[in-house]
């Protein structure tokens, strides 16, 4: 079906992040409710669903080689209906937080994930060129619908020190999402972490995840938010060493934090923020 062509150019990985990334957000300020549920759908596959359908636009030729079974590559769409799509849910996209909270400050921080989407795909902006960048902004888009759940649902400054550990802990795996693009970044000439630390790479990720155990010691949080991050940086470590080949350990840790956090939910709601 083509409706399924166009949900596909969001991961399925990514939209369980974005939901429970919001949901995790409101229920630690402990105010969950339905609205916060239908707020979360709204921000996966309307403000996440763009930044991914326009970096299905962008990176179309680069997929042929790196991912060759997304919807474009695979001709189940064409880029220029991905564009009007992308189009499309960037209008939705600044819309609908308007219709969700009355504040501006809140509004500007919905906004901030299609920004970082236009900013990372948009080939003027150069920032798919420049890895490190690329990092920090995805980094930071992963992390911002937690962060906006926690606020939408009345959470202040408390809990300011986990999202730090949880922003090092994001930063030290998205480094490795290159491992997975070698071949058509080479052949496009895009910067490409792997290719330029080689396995220096994962000892790289090693260093960031033990500085997020050592915030996550030193920092006042919460006891079952430390738990979640040690649980997080272990099972990070220890895919880094053991899992082969080497081009499954991004994907592997990614849905080895999609458990924990959602375990992590799951307890904060059944047992109280």
Not at 64 to 89: C, F, H, S, V
Not at 173 to 202: H, M, S
Request: charged content about 15%.
């Amino acid at each position: 079906m083509k409706a399924m062509a166009y949900l596909r150019l969001m991961r399925f990985d990514v939209a369980l992040i974005a939901v429970f990334s919001y949901l995790l957000g409101v229920e630690m300020s402990g105010t969950l409710g339905l609205r916060d549920v239908w707020i979360s759908l709204l921000v996966c596959f309307i403000s996440t669903n763009f930044v991914y359908a326009l970096n299905a636009w962008s990176d179309a030729e680069i997929d042929r080689i790196n991912k060759p079974r997304r919807p474009i590559p695979a001709g189940r769409i064409t880029r220029r209906e991905a564009l009007r799509y992308a189009l499309a849910l960037l209008a939705l996209a600044c819309v609908f937080p308007f219709f969700v909270t009355p504040s501006w400050q809140m509004r500007m921080l919905f906004l901030m994930i299609p920004l970082i989407g236009i900013l990372y795909s948009l080939p003027v902006f150069g920032v798919r060129r420049h890895s490190g960048l690329a990092v920090f902004l995805t980094s930071l888009g992963l992390l911002i619908p937690a962060q906006l759940g926690y606020l939408m649902g009345g959470g202040g400054l408390g809990q300011q020190s986990f999202f730090l550990a949880l922003f090092m802990l994001v930063v030290s795996i998205v480094a490795l999402k290159d491992i997975e693009d070698v071949e058509g970044d080479v052949r496009f000439g895009a910067d490409n972490l792997f290719v330029r630390f080689g396995g220096r790479l994962l000892w790289f990720c090693r260093l960031g995840l033990a500085i997020t155990f050592l915030l996550a010691i030193a920092l006042p949080i919460r006891p079952a938010l430390k738990a979640f991050l040690y649980i997080s940086v272990a099972a990070a470590v220890s895919l880094t060493i053991f899992a082969r080949p080497v081009e499954i350990i991004y994907r592997s840790i990614i849905r080895a934090s999609i458990i924990s956090g959602f375990c992590l939910f799951l307890f904060l709601l059944c047992c109280g923020p």
